[in-house]
Protein backbone atom coordinates (compact mmCIF):
# COMPACT_ATOMS: atom_id res chain seq x y z
CA UNK A 1 0.00 0.00 0.00
CA UNK A 2 1.20 3.74 -0.81
CA UNK A 3 -0.18 7.01 -0.16
CA UNK A 4 -0.77 9.88 -2.33
CA UNK A 5 -1.14 13.57 -1.04
CA UNK A 6 -3.37 15.31 -3.73
CA UNK A 7 -2.53 19.09 -2.40
CA UNK A 8 -3.61 22.57 -4.06
CA UNK A 9 -1.71 25.03 -4.31
CA UNK A 10 -2.10 28.42 -2.07
CA UNK A 11 -4.22 31.09 -2.62
CA UNK A 12 -3.07 32.70 -5.92
CA UNK A 13 -3.31 36.52 -6.69
CA UNK A 14 -7.31 37.10 -7.98
CA UNK A 15 -7.52 40.87 -9.58
CA UNK A 16 -3.58 41.24 -9.60
CA UNK A 17 -2.08 42.07 -13.61
CA UNK A 18 -0.56 38.40 -12.81
CA UNK A 19 -2.86 35.90 -11.13
CA UNK A 20 -0.39 32.93 -11.27
CA UNK A 21 1.44 33.76 -8.31
CA UNK A 22 0.93 32.94 -4.91
CA UNK A 23 -0.32 36.11 -2.75
CA UNK A 24 1.14 36.80 0.43
CA UNK A 25 -1.61 34.66 2.49
CA UNK A 26 -1.26 31.75 -0.14
CA UNK A 27 2.63 31.47 1.09
CA UNK A 28 2.04 32.00 4.55
CA UNK A 29 -0.67 28.81 3.30
CA UNK A 30 1.72 26.92 1.67
CA UNK A 31 4.86 27.29 4.35
CA UNK A 32 2.20 26.37 7.40
CA UNK A 33 1.23 23.16 5.37
CA UNK A 34 5.02 22.30 4.90
CA UNK A 35 5.40 22.70 8.74
CA UNK A 36 1.94 20.22 9.38
CA UNK A 37 3.43 17.82 7.37
CA UNK A 38 6.48 17.76 9.34
CA UNK A 39 5.11 17.95 12.72
CA UNK A 40 2.98 15.05 11.31
CA UNK A 41 6.30 12.85 10.08
CA UNK A 42 4.68 13.02 6.28
CA UNK A 43 8.30 12.26 4.52
CA UNK A 44 7.86 12.49 0.76
CA UNK A 45 9.77 10.03 -1.68
CA UNK A 46 8.51 12.20 -4.82
CA UNK A 47 6.86 15.36 -5.69
CA UNK A 48 4.85 16.42 -8.43
CA UNK A 49 3.46 19.39 -9.66
CA UNK A 50 1.62 20.90 -13.10
CA UNK A 51 3.51 23.84 -14.89
CA UNK A 52 1.45 26.58 -13.19
CA UNK A 53 3.87 29.22 -11.31
CA UNK A 54 0.96 29.00 -8.50
CA UNK A 55 1.78 24.91 -7.92
CA UNK A 56 5.36 24.75 -8.17
CA UNK A 57 5.73 27.99 -5.57
CA UNK A 58 3.35 25.61 -3.31
CA UNK A 59 5.66 22.81 -3.42
CA UNK A 60 8.82 24.64 -2.90
CA UNK A 61 6.95 26.45 0.10
CA UNK A 62 5.62 23.35 1.43
CA UNK A 63 8.68 20.88 0.80
CA UNK A 64 11.50 23.14 1.79
CA UNK A 65 11.27 22.14 5.42
CA UNK A 66 11.08 17.78 4.51
CA UNK A 67 14.08 15.84 5.39
CA UNK A 68 14.96 15.10 1.73
CA UNK A 69 15.43 17.75 -0.81
CA UNK A 70 13.62 16.37 -3.70
CA UNK A 71 13.31 17.44 -7.62
CA UNK A 72 9.96 18.67 -8.15
CA UNK A 73 8.60 16.84 -11.08
CA UNK A 74 6.64 18.67 -13.60
CA UNK A 75 3.54 17.44 -15.83
CA UNK A 76 1.53 19.60 -17.32
CA UNK A 77 -1.18 16.96 -17.01
CA UNK A 78 -1.75 18.34 -13.91
CA UNK A 79 -2.29 21.93 -14.74
CA UNK A 80 -5.76 23.48 -13.72
CA UNK A 81 -8.53 23.57 -16.44
CA UNK A 82 -8.07 26.61 -18.61
CA UNK A 83 -11.05 28.47 -16.99
CA UNK A 84 -9.88 31.63 -18.54
CA UNK A 85 -10.18 30.25 -22.15
CA UNK A 86 -13.59 28.59 -20.94
CA UNK A 87 -14.90 32.19 -20.37
CA UNK A 88 -14.09 33.58 -23.22
CA UNK A 89 -15.06 31.00 -25.35
CA UNK A 90 -18.13 29.08 -23.86
CA UNK A 91 -19.74 31.97 -21.92
CA UNK A 92 -21.30 33.48 -25.45
CA UNK A 93 -23.30 30.15 -25.44
CA UNK A 94 -23.90 29.65 -21.65
CA UNK A 95 -25.37 33.30 -21.87
CA UNK A 96 -28.27 31.88 -24.73
CA UNK A 97 -29.76 29.86 -22.03
CA UNK A 98 -28.62 31.41 -18.31
CA UNK A 99 -29.82 34.78 -17.06
CA UNK A 100 -27.71 34.61 -14.77
CA UNK A 101 -24.85 34.28 -16.04
CA UNK A 102 -25.77 37.00 -18.41
CA UNK A 103 -27.01 39.64 -15.95
CA UNK A 104 -23.05 38.62 -14.10
CA UNK A 105 -21.41 39.47 -17.23
CA UNK A 106 -22.91 42.29 -18.07
CA UNK A 107 -22.44 43.64 -14.41
CA UNK A 108 -18.22 42.45 -14.64
CA UNK A 109 -16.70 39.99 -12.66
CA UNK A 110 -15.38 41.96 -9.75
CA UNK A 111 -16.48 39.68 -6.71
CA UNK A 112 -14.72 36.20 -6.62
CA UNK A 113 -18.45 34.75 -5.79
CA UNK A 114 -19.47 35.95 -8.98
CA UNK A 115 -16.49 34.86 -10.81
CA UNK A 116 -17.14 31.12 -8.83
CA UNK A 117 -20.65 31.23 -10.22
CA UNK A 118 -19.75 31.90 -13.81
CA UNK A 119 -17.05 29.05 -13.57
CA UNK A 120 -19.82 26.74 -12.52
CA UNK A 121 -22.24 27.04 -15.59
CA UNK A 122 -19.44 27.05 -17.49
CA UNK A 123 -17.85 23.67 -15.99
CA UNK A 124 -21.50 22.26 -16.50
CA UNK A 125 -22.07 23.07 -20.39
CA UNK A 126 -18.00 21.90 -20.95
CA UNK A 127 -18.38 18.51 -19.42
CA UNK A 128 -21.97 18.00 -21.40
CA UNK A 129 -22.57 16.05 -24.42
CA UNK A 130 -23.76 19.27 -26.36
CA UNK A 131 -19.96 21.03 -26.21
CA UNK A 132 -18.02 20.72 -28.97
CA UNK A 133 -15.87 23.49 -29.03
CA UNK A 134 -12.50 22.79 -31.22
CA UNK A 135 -10.88 25.84 -29.66
CA UNK A 136 -10.69 23.73 -26.14
CA UNK A 137 -9.97 21.11 -25.19
CA UNK A 138 -12.41 18.91 -24.32
CA UNK A 139 -13.34 17.64 -21.17
CA UNK A 140 -12.99 14.14 -22.04
CA UNK A 141 -9.27 14.59 -23.26
CA UNK A 142 -9.25 16.82 -19.77
CA UNK A 143 -9.96 14.29 -17.42
CA UNK A 144 -8.04 11.53 -18.85
CA UNK A 145 -5.23 12.89 -18.74
CA UNK A 146 -5.60 13.36 -14.95
CA UNK A 147 -6.67 10.02 -14.64
CA UNK A 148 -3.90 8.95 -17.16
CA UNK A 149 -0.60 10.77 -14.73
CA UNK A 150 -1.92 9.74 -11.39
CA UNK A 151 -1.80 6.14 -12.98
CA UNK A 152 1.71 6.98 -14.54
CA UNK A 153 3.06 8.09 -10.93
CA UNK A 154 1.51 4.74 -9.11
CA UNK A 155 3.29 2.53 -11.44
CA UNK A 156 6.29 4.66 -11.47
CA UNK A 157 6.65 5.13 -7.88
CA UNK A 158 5.18 1.56 -6.67
CA UNK A 159 4.59 0.43 -3.20
CA UNK A 160 5.31 1.66 -0.10
CA UNK A 161 5.89 5.26 -0.95
CA UNK A 162 4.24 8.47 -0.03
CA UNK A 163 4.07 11.09 -2.88
CA UNK A 164 2.54 14.43 -3.36
CA UNK A 165 1.14 16.17 -6.02
CA UNK A 166 0.75 19.82 -5.78
CA UNK A 167 -2.23 21.08 -8.26
CA UNK A 168 -5.10 22.67 -8.50
CA UNK A 169 -8.66 22.22 -7.56
CA UNK A 170 -10.00 20.94 -10.82
CA UNK A 171 -7.58 18.39 -11.17
CA UNK A 172 -8.33 17.34 -7.55
CA UNK A 173 -11.87 17.16 -7.95
CA UNK A 174 -11.27 14.98 -11.47
CA UNK A 175 -9.08 12.81 -9.72
CA UNK A 176 -11.92 12.69 -6.48
CA UNK A 177 -14.72 12.07 -8.73
CA UNK A 178 -12.66 9.35 -10.76
CA UNK A 179 -11.73 7.30 -7.73
CA UNK A 180 -15.27 7.18 -6.75
CA UNK A 181 -16.32 6.20 -10.21
CA UNK A 182 -18.96 9.42 -10.60
CA UNK A 183 -20.19 10.81 -13.79
CA UNK A 184 -19.06 13.75 -15.33
CA UNK A 185 -22.16 15.91 -14.17
CA UNK A 186 -21.20 14.52 -10.94
CA UNK A 187 -17.47 16.19 -10.63
CA UNK A 188 -18.61 19.97 -9.97
CA UNK A 189 -19.41 19.20 -6.63
CA UNK A 190 -15.70 18.20 -5.40
CA UNK A 191 -14.55 21.66 -7.61
CA UNK A 192 -16.15 24.20 -5.32
CA UNK A 193 -15.12 23.34 -1.93
CA UNK A 194 -11.56 22.57 -1.94
CA UNK A 195 -9.67 25.27 0.07
CA UNK A 196 -6.41 26.41 -0.99
CA UNK A 197 -3.33 24.43 0.12
CA UNK A 198 -6.38 21.73 1.16
CA UNK A 199 -5.13 18.07 1.44
CA UNK A 200 -6.73 14.82 -0.33
CA UNK A 201 -5.13 11.71 0.83
CA UNK A 202 -5.45 8.78 -1.33
CA UNK A 203 -4.40 4.42 -0.97
CA UNK A 204 -3.04 2.84 -3.78
CA UNK A 205 -2.06 -0.71 -4.71
CA UNK A 206 -0.63 -0.89 -8.99
CA UNK A 207 -3.58 0.63 -10.05
CA UNK A 208 -6.48 0.34 -7.52
CA UNK A 209 -6.58 3.27 -5.81
CA UNK A 210 -9.18 4.34 -2.87
CA UNK A 211 -10.11 7.81 -1.09
CA UNK A 212 -8.50 8.17 2.47
CA UNK A 213 -10.11 11.45 3.06
CA UNK A 214 -11.01 14.98 1.25
CA UNK A 215 -10.12 18.65 1.21
CA UNK A 216 -8.47 18.56 4.91
CA UNK A 217 -7.80 22.11 6.13
CA UNK A 218 -8.05 21.38 9.86
CA UNK A 219 -4.16 22.30 10.13
CA UNK A 220 -5.55 25.92 8.68
CA UNK A 221 -8.04 26.77 10.97
CA UNK A 222 -6.46 25.15 14.11
CA UNK A 223 -3.34 27.26 13.29
CA UNK A 224 -5.47 30.40 12.38
CA UNK A 225 -7.48 30.31 15.59
CA UNK A 226 -4.44 30.07 18.03
CA UNK A 227 -2.93 33.26 16.28
CA UNK A 228 -6.91 34.98 16.05
CA UNK A 229 -5.97 34.82 12.01
CA UNK A 230 -7.43 33.85 8.95
CA UNK A 231 -5.52 30.78 6.77
CA UNK A 232 -8.85 30.09 4.96
CA UNK A 233 -9.56 31.08 1.56
CA UNK A 234 -11.16 29.25 -1.64
CA UNK A 235 -10.12 31.97 -3.44
Not at 205 to 210: A, E, F, H, K, P
Request: proline share 3%; with cysteine; charged share 20%.
Amino acid sequence: MATLYLIRHGQASFGADDYDKLSGLGCRQASVLGDYLLKGGIEFDAIYSGELLRQRETAQLACEVQPRQLELQIDPRFNEIDNDAQIKYLVPEVVKTNTLVRDLMDRGLSASKDYQKVIQAVFNHWVSPECADPRLQSWEDYSSGVGEALRDVMLEQGSGKTVAIFTSGGTIATAVAQVLGLTSEQTYQFYEPIFNCSVTQLFYSGTRVSLSYFNDRSFLQVLGNQREENLLSYR
